[in-house]
T-cell receptor, first 115, second 112 residues
Framework: AQSVTQLDSHVSVSEGTPVLLRCNYS??????LFWYVQHPNKGLQLLLK??????LVKGINGFEAEFKKSETSFHLTKPSAHMSDAAEYFC?????????????FGAGTQVVVTP | IAGITQAPTSQILAAGRRMTLRCTQD?????MYWYRQDLGLGLRLIHY???????GKGEVPDGYSVSRANTDDFPLTLASAVPSQTSVYFC???????????FGEGSRLTVL
């Protein structure tokens, strides 16, 4: 079985400071991991994905995430937050044993960016 | 603009009524999904379809049904709505099981 835990339900940062969103996963298989972002009243959009290639993954809008197997983590970071980064972020794990994958979503982390 | 179109964007419904949420995609993706989003619970899969003509149950299928008559359309039906089905519903599609989903903008449903 696989699951994903987002360790913070809310994160508040000042504009221009680093952002860290924490995600831990459990999986019986080699996982594929994703981060999605949801801006207010919008659908989710893929930020980045890890699929067993490079452990440091770069995504859109300056975000990146590092896969650490020993820590079963896939934390999302950005060096300098912008006001437009205010949104909800979801860590997602997929099991690839099926012909198609079933996604397990974390509960989400709400990011607030203050001026 | 290519993508997922959902309708209606918002609806208030009396308990016991039947409701169909519509979803259309123009990307020719073979897989489509319906999720519900509730505060603190993230997204939960209701039903999915790997390809036209096939459907499957997700994590929370009770009270919902779907059909996939063609590639583009994937309607979700609530046969007899109950207040616990108050939620925001998202339709999504993907090319196979890659995990790269494209989402619609959601349908907010309130059941009174």
């Amino acid at each position: 079985a696989q699951s994903v835990t987002q360790l913070d339900s809310h994160v508040s940062v000042s504009e221009g400071t680093p952002v860290l969103l924490r995600c831990n996963y459990s999986s019986s298989y080699s996982p594929s991991l994703f981060w999605y972002v949801q801006h207010p009243n919008k659908g989710l959009q893929l930020l980045l994905k890890y699929t067993s290639a490079a452990t440091l993954v770069k995504g859109i809008n300056g975000f990146e995430a590092e896969f650490k197997k020993s820590e079963t983590s896939f934390h999302l970071t950005k060096p300098s937050a912008h006001m437009s980064d205010a949104a909800e972020y979801f860590c997602v794990v997929i099991v690839t044993t099926d012909s198609w994958g079933k996604l397990q979503f974390g509960a989400g982390t709400q990011v607030v960016v203050t001026p | 603009i290519a993508g997922i179109t959902q309708a209606p964007t918002s609806q208030i419904l009396a308990a016991g009524r039947r409701m169909t949420l519509r979803c259309t995609q123009d990307m020719r993706h073979n897989a489509m999904y319906w999720y519900r989003q509730d505060l603190g619970l993230g997204l939960r899969l209701i039903h999915y379809s790997n390809t036209a003509g096939t459907t499957g149950k997700g994590e929370v299928p009770d009270g919902y049904s779907v059909s996939r008559a063609n590639t583009d359309d994937f309607p979700l039906t609530l046969a007899s709505a109950v207040p616990s089905q108050t939620s925001v519903y998202f339709c999504a599609s993907s090319e196979g099981g890659t995990g790269e989903l494209f989402f619609g903008e959601g349908s907010r449903l309130t059941v009174l």
